[in-house]
């Protein structure tokens, strides 16, 4: 185990569509990657390759330093996009048939279903029908599911939709379990809130290409760095003689800030002002200009959140 | 673990659904009281002997009822029994029957006692010519008969003697040695016609391909319809998930039919058909063969039948060919029961040799290499039918959205 998965160059096209288009990235093992993407990005195209039940036209996936087999796809947990068991058998004998699919003995799979169920709070619907199950309670069968063969990858197309809000934190820590057990986990989600809080890597995928990858944290400094936030305490006579102000403009630090080169207005609110920087724009003149007008309490860069690199990215 | 082990999973869990399926179980009891019925009914009823009490009032009545006893006694020895439809057409024979008589007082009134229920019937006279028998509703048909034979007999014996014949002509007189039936070419004598047998045989793999091929179709289109299939086709490929359903469902379909077949055998030998018994036996092996391979052939195409669907709802239009390809054989088989260059030719066709050449093993008019022959012709067939089976399948399952047609799938499992 510990092994990483690498998708390198894969592309796939439907007909004369592009699905994907020469992506590349790695879920890293231990960690919780969110995949994220507008609908029809490529996601569930892309989780499906991994898991073999599509092919690619193209490209290189490995775990580790080898190349996928149906061997080790096998140990791969998935949850699909379109959820679905068999609607009128048993809660226990699924989950153990489907132990047994993925190459569990009977016994091996029985104990693990027991161990499952307690774990997910199902024990004592083990023996009724999936249908009798409520949505949630289906959904965590579902997990279940995907969980039995204890895998060395889980992939799971839109975990937390549907949930409420207690069922979200029950699948989280699951996820979180199994990745700190060193299996390397991709999810996608249009929770973005929710991604940001769990992920420690994501994916951003736009019109079949990668528009961002790597740790989450890395990946919103890299897309940042030109939003600043500001905090500064005016000198009485700020207004400085050579600034006049239009009607209807910014006024105070926000006006005086405006006429920095490349720099433009953000949000306002009292001392505090974000300010847009064009890519050629100096944020130190921008810092001796908030200087001219006050004591500079706050000069920082401001972190956008994945909502925002996110509807900066598909736009 | 190997492939062969999750096909046996696979297969498993489709005896599994199949075994807690209540309409399977409720057909296969329905099939094996059907069976246990066709077999003993008809034995019960032509072997049941019925037991008359008669009371009997005078001197020759008594000895006419006493005379129909022994007559309805002797006709129980199989030795003597009539084939049963010379007995329905009152050719001759007679029925067989215990009577036991009650005699009355000259002054008990010999009508109570019927009405009363005591004796079926009563019979009552001194004089042979006129005899009366009293019956509350009806007097049984077979009784009658026998006092009827009695009286004549009686007669025929007074008036020979009357004549002056000897002892010799008188037995000569009232019981007549009939011709003894020699045959030639004497085929096995069950009392089921072989015809009988063909339809049934015939009828029993038509019903069985018929709702174990629906019942495939369904399985697989309950797994698209339900998402299913893309776990299952995300851990194994998708020819073992095929290979599974149908040997999961073949097994089914084979251990009911040698259930049924089983369930009539014995009972067929408990009542003491012993003839019928062997005239199955020699023709359930070719049969239970046949069935097997013909059923195999089929299953996979009922598979992509299935798999064409997205829904249940479109399995009534996916199904259709399949549906044609098992009626037309079987009528075709059904109005080839006669021996003839017809039932020759459609024995080796693979769709209806399923049904006819086992047939023709029954009755008697295949060389012995024939069937191997047939045989082999439906493997190679259910060879062919299992991979193109398989290609569809494979080019099928996983579009769920929409009903597909054949040459989509052919093209989808290019892929």
């Known amino acids: 185990m510990q092994e990483v998965l690498t998708l390198a160059g894969v592309t796939r096209t439907f007909g004369d569509r592009r699905a994907l288009d020469d992506i590349g990235f790695s879920v890293r093992p231990g960690r919780m990657t969110g995949f994220i993407g507008a609908n029809g990005a490529g996601k569930t195209t892309a989780m499906r390759i991994i898991l073999g039940v599509l092919a690619a036209d193209s490209g290189r996936i490995t775990l580790g330093d080898r190349e996928l087999t149906p061997e080790i796809r096998r140990r791969f947990g998935y949850m699909p996009e379109e959820r679905g068991l068999y609607p009128k058998m048993k809660v226990v004998d699924q989950l153990v048939f489907l132990g047994r699919i993925h190459g569990l003995d009977r016994r091996t799979a029985r104990a693990r279903v027991a161990v499952l169920l307690d774990r997910l709070d199902l024990a004592d619907r083990a023996q009724d029908q999936l249908t009798t ?167 920082a860069p401001v972190l956008p959140t994945l909502a925002e690199i996110f509807r900066e990215v598909v736009r | ?78 030795a003597q029994q009539t084939p049963p439809m010379l007995t329905l057409m009152g050719a001759g024979g007679l029925p067989a029957a215990d009577i036991t008589s009650v005699v009355l007082e000259a002054d008990a009134d010999p009508a109570r006692f019927v009405r009363d229920g005591d004796v079926t019937a009563t019979v009552v006279g001194d004089d042979v010519q006129a005899l009366e028998v009293l019956g509350a509703q009806s007097v049984p ?29 008188v037995q000569a007189l009232t019981s007549p040695v009939p011709p003894q039936v020699v045959l030639l070419e004497a085929r096995p004598t069950g009392s089921v016609p072989p015809q ?102 089929l299953a996979c195409l009922w598979a992509v039948a299935g798999s064409l669907a997205s829904r249940v709802e479109d399995l009534n239009s996916t199904t259709i060919f399949m549906q044609v390809l098992v009626i037309i054989p079987f009528f075709a088989a059904v109005f080839a029961t006669d021996p003839g260059p017809t039932q020759r030719l459609l024995s080796y066709i693979p769709f209806t040799s399923p049904l006819l050449m086992p047939a023709r093993v029954v009755l008697g008019n295949a060389e012995p290499w024939e069937p191997v022959v047939a045989a082999a012709i439906v493997l190679a067939t259910s060879v062919l039918f299992v991979a193109l089976g398989a290609r569809l399948y494979r080019g099928s399952v996983l579009h769920t959205s929409q009903r597909l047609k054949a040459s989509q799938a052919w093209r989808g499992s290019g892929d």
């Open chain 1, 133 to 299: 199950l409520s949505l949630g309670n289906q959904q965590r069968v579902q997990v279940a599911a995907a969980l039995v063969h204890d895998p060395v990858l889980l992939v799971l197309d839109e975990p937390f939709s549907g949930l409420d809000p207690l069922a979200v934190d029950i699948m989280a820590e699951q996820l979180r379990t199994r990745a700190d057990a060193g299996v390397p986990v991709l999810f996608s989600s249009h929770q973005l809130e929710l991604v940001e809080r769990l992920c420690d890597d994501v994916v951003i995928i736009d019109h079949g290409r990668v528009a961002a990858a790597g740790d989450a944290h890395q990946v919103r400094t890299e897309q940042a760095g030109r939003r600043v936030r500001i905090v500064v305490d005016p000198f009485d006579d700020s207004a400085g003689p050579d600034l006049t102000e239009p009607a209807g403009a910014p006024t105070g630090l926000a006006s005086f800030l405006d006429q920095v080169p490349g720099a433009s207005l953000h949000t306002q609110d009292g001392p505090l002002v974000v300010m847009d920087l064009a890519p050629d724009a100096d944020d130190q003149a921008l810092l001796a200009a908030a200087q001219r007008y006050g004591a500079v309490r706050e000069f």
């Open chain 2, 1 to 78: 673990m190997n492939g062969w082990t999750t096909v046996r999973v696979v297969a498993g869990r489709e005896m599994y659904v199949k075994l807690r399926d209540k309409a399977f179980i409720g057909t296969t009891l329905f099939m094996l009281v059907l069976i246990s019925v066709a077999a003993v009914i008809p034995v019960l009823i032509s072997q049941q002997t019925p037991s008359y009490r008669v009371a009997v009032q005078g001197d020759v009545a008594e000895q006419v009822v006493a005379l129909a006893a022994e007559m309805g006694l002797d006709a129980q020895d199989p």
């Open chain 2, 141 to 169: 048909e077979d009784l009658e008969v026998l006092l009827r034979a009695a009286a004549s007999q009686l007669q025929i014996a007074r008036a020979a003697q009357d004549g002056g014949l000897s002892a010799d002509q």
């Open chain 2, 196 to 297: 009988f047998l063909v339809l049934a045989f015939a009828f029993l793999f038509y019903l069985s391909v018929l709702t174990f091929g629906m019942s495939i179709a369904q399985s697989v289109v309950e797994e698209k319809q339900s998402r299913v299939v893309e776990l299952l086709v995300a851990a194994v490929p998708v020819r073992w998930l095929l290979a599974g359903k149908v040997i999961g469902n073949t097994i089914m379909a084979v251990g009911q039919i040698v259930l049924i077949l089983g369930v009539g055998l014995i009972g067929a030998w408990l009542v003491g058909q012993g003839a019928v018994l062997r005239q199955i036996v020699d023709a359930s092996g070719w049969f239970v063969l046949f069935f097997l391979l013909g059923f195999v052939m």
